[in-house]
C-alpha cells in the first residue's frame, strides 16, 4: 500500500550529511485535530499523579507546624525517591505487559487502584502518625515512600503513553499536558487541604459564625481522593481502548532485551553528559525550591495558611503559562529556553535570602502597610520564580520526548526523568538536612547549648527562661554556595548543553540488534542504500516522498 507525502504528516524527518555528524530537524506543524480528546485525557491523567505530591508537601508543611526537627523532616523527604529510582523497574513496565490489556494499561490500572487503597489506608492512621514519636514519623515515611513508588509507576506508563497515544507531530504537547495536569493535582493535594482542614481559614473567610475544626478532615480528604482513584481507574479499564504500538509487532522485546538495550543508552556518550551536566544544574538550586525555603519562611514567621494562600493564587500560572510557552518550548531547540532562564534564578535565589532576612521586620511590625508591603513583594516573588521554573520544566520536557525512543518511550524517559529527579531530590534533601550543622545557634542562657537538637531546644526554653538565639543562618551560606556553583555551571557547562542538543538523532538512540533492515531507493542516483526503520525513519536525502511498504522506502531528489 503506498502512503503519499500528503498522508505523512506526523513523520519526523532527521537529515544528515554525508558524514553523519551534522543534522537538521524539520518538524511537521502540529494539529489537534484528532488529538483533543487525548489530551484531555493525559491531563486528567497526570492531575491523578499529582494527587499524592501534593499530599506528600502538605504533610512537610504540617511537620514544620508541629516544629518537627530538619533531619526528621529530611528523612521523610525521602518519599520523593522513587521518582529518582524508577529506572530501575521502567525496563518492566515496558516490556512485560499483556497485549489485549494494552501496554500501558496493565501497569496503569493496578497501579492507581492500589494508590486509592493506600489513600484511604493514610487517612485513616495520619493524625496518629504526625503527632507520634519518631517510630511513628519512620511508619509515615514508609507509607508515603510506598505511595510514591505506585504514583512513580503510574508515572512511566503515562510518559509512555503520552509519546504513542498522540501523532508524532503532537508530542511535543505531552509536557504540555504532565506540567498543567500535576499543578492541578498538586494544587488539590496541597493547596486545598491546607486551607480547608486550616480552623482559622475557614472561619476567617468559610463560615459566618466561627467553628471548631476545617470543613474537611485529614481522614475524610484522603478518603475522598482514595474513591476519586478508584472510580476514575475503573472507569479507564472498562472504556478507554489503548491502540496497538505498531513498533512492537512482530519485534517484541522482552525483559532482559528492554534491560540490556537501557545499559546501551546509558552508556551513549550524550546521554553521560547530559546527565552531569543536570545534576550539576540541580546543585546551584537546591536552596530556592519550596522544600527548603518554605519551612524558613515559616520559621522567620509566614504561617502556613498564608503560604498555601499564595500557592493557591499560583494555580492559574501554574495551568496556563505552559499553554501559553509551549509553542516557545516545543522545537528542535526546547533546551535554548533553558538555560537562558539560569541568570534570573540565580538572581531570584538571591533575593530569597534578602527577602527572608527582612520578614521578621515586616511580620512582627505593628504596622499593617508593612505585611501588606511584604505580601506583595513575596507574592511576586513566588510568581517570578514559578514562571521561570515552569518554562525550564517545559523545555527539559519537550527535549526529552522528542528524542525518546518511542520503543522503549516509559523506559528511555524514565532515564531522562531520572536523571532530572535524582538530582532534584538528592539536592533538596541535602539542602534541607544541612540547614542546622551550617548554622550557628546559641541559648541565652547557656553558650555551650547549640540549640542544634530538639531535646537541646527543649532545654533551653524550658520553664521560659532561655531562648535559642540564631547568630548565623544555615540557609544563607547555602544561597552563597550556590549561587556561586550556579554561576559556573552557566559560564563552563552552558556550552556543553548547546552542543548537546545540536547533536543528530542517531547519537542519542541506539539499535536493539534485533530491527529488520529496509532498502532505500534514491532516484535519480542509481544506487540503494539499507537503514534501519523505527518509528523514525533516518534518511540521507531529505525529500522523502513515498513509503510503498514496511520494507521499502523511496525517495526522489
Not at 550539576?280 to 518554605?294: D, P, Q
Not at 532498502?519 to 518509528?535: A, C, F, I, Q
Request: with cysteine; net charge positive.
Amino acid at each position: 500500500m503506498e502512503i503519499e507525502k500528503k498522508d505523512m504528516e506526523s513523520l519526523e524527518e532527521q537529515v544528515n550529511d554525508k558524514n553523519g555528524d551534522q543534522s537538521v530537524n524539520r518538524l511537521v506543524k502540529p494539529k489537534l485535530k484528532g488529538d483533543k480528546l487525548n489530551l484531555v485525557l493525559l491531563v486528567f491523567l497526570c492531575t491523578l499523579q499529582g494527587i499524592p505530591m501534593g499530599i506528600s508537601l502538605a504533610i512537610k508543611t504540617y511537620m514544620q507546624n508541629k516544629k518537627v526537627p530538619y533531619i526528621q523532616q529530611a528523612k521523610f523527604g525521602m518519599v520523593d525517591l522513587p521518582y529518582s529510582l524508577k529506572l530501575l523497574w521502567a525496563p518492566m513496565v515496558d516490556a512485560a505487559y499483556f497485549r489485549r490489556i494494552g501496554k500501558r494499561k496493565t501497569w496503569l490500572v493496578p497501579t492507581q487502584l492500589l494508590i486509592g487503597f493506600a489513600l484511604m489506608y493514610a487517612g485513616s492512621n495520619l493524625n496518629g502518625w504526625l503527632t507520634g514519636n519518631e517510630s511513628q514519623i519512620n511508619i509515615l515515611t514508609c507509607v508515603f515512600f510506598c505511595v510514591n513508588l505506585l504514583a512513580s509507576t503510574q508515572d512511566i506508563a503515562i510518559d509512555g503513553w503520552g509519546i504513542t497515544m498522540l501523532r508524532r507531530e503532537n508530542v511535543g504537547y505531552a509536557s504540555t499536558c504532565n506540567t498543567s495536569g500535576q499543578a492541578m493535582g498538586i494544587a488539590l493535594g496541597y493547596v486545598f487541604f491546607i486551607l480547608f482542614e486550616s480552623e482559622e481559614f475557614c472561619n476567617k473567610w468559610l463560615r459566618f459564625t466561627e467553628q471548631k475544626g476545617g470543613i474537611v478532615t485529614m481522614k475524610g480528604y484522603l478518603y475522598f481522593w482514595g474513591m476519586v482513584y478508584i472510580v476514575a481507574t475503573s472507569t479507564l479499564a472498562v472504556f478507554k481502548r489503548e491502540k496497538c504500538d505498531q513498533s512492537d509487532k512482530g519485534n517484541r522485546m522482552n525483559v532482559t532485551q528492554t534491560y540490556k538495550l537501557l545499559w546501551k543508552i546509558m552508556n551513549l556518550q550524550t546521554i553521560q553528559m547530559f546527565a552531569v551536566v543536570m545534576l550539576a544544574y540541580e546543585i546551584a538550586f537546591s536552596s530556592l525550591g519550596s522544600t527548603v525555603s518554605n519551612p524558613k519562611f515559616m520559621e522567620y514567621g509566614v504561617a502556613k495558611e498564608d503560604i498555601a494562600m499564595i500557592d493557591m493564587s499560583l494555580i492559574p500560572i501554574r495551568i496556563f503559562i505552559p499553554i501559553l510557552v509551549s509553542k516557545y518550548t516545543s522545537g528542535p531547540k526546547s533546551l535554548r529556553i533553558f538555560y537562558k532562564t539560569v541568570p534570573f534564578r540565580l538572581i531570584l535565589g538571591i533575593s530569597s535570602a534578602v527577602l527572608m532576612y527582612y520578614t521578621p521586620y515586616f511580620i512582627h511590625s505593628d504596622n499593617i502597610s508593612r505585611s501588606i508591603y511584604f505580601y506583595l513583594i513575596y507574592e511576586l516573588h513566588r510568581i517570578s520564580r514559578l514562571t521561570l521554573s515552569v518554562v525550564m520544566y517545559l523545555g527539559v520536557q519537550s527535549f526529552f520526548s522528542r528524542i525518546s525512543d518511542p520503543r522503549i518511550g516509559g523506559t528511555y524517559m524514565s532515564l531522562l526523568n531520572t536523571v532530572w529527579y535524582f538530582g532534584m531530590a538528592t539536592a533538596r534533601i541535602t539542602a534541607l538536612g544541612l540547614l542546622n550543622p551550617l548554622s550557628i545557634k546559641r541559648c541565652s542562657t547557656d553558650d555551650t547549648n547549640t540549640c542544634q537538637t530538639k531535646n537541646e531546644f527543649e532545654i533551653c526554653e524550658k520553664d521560659g527562661i532561655g531562648k535559642c538565639t540564631t547568630i548565623l543562618d544555615g540557609y544563607f551560606v547555602e544561597v552563597g554556595i550556590c549561587t556561586t556553583f550556579g554561576i559556573i555551571w552557566y559560564v563552563v557547562l552552558r556550552k556543553v548543553l548547546k552542543n548537546l542538543q545540536s547533536r543528530p538523532m542517531n547519537e542519542w538512540q541506539v539499535d536493539n540488534g534485533n530491527e529488520s533492515t529496509t532498502t532505500v531507493s534514491r532516484v535519480g542516483y542509481g544506487k540503494d542504500d539499507t537503514y534501519n526503520l523505527p518509528d523514525l525513519v533516518d534518511v540521507k536525502n531529505p525529500k522523502l516522498v513515498i513509503i510503498k511498504s514496511i520494507d521499502s522506502v523511496t525517495t526522489s531528489p
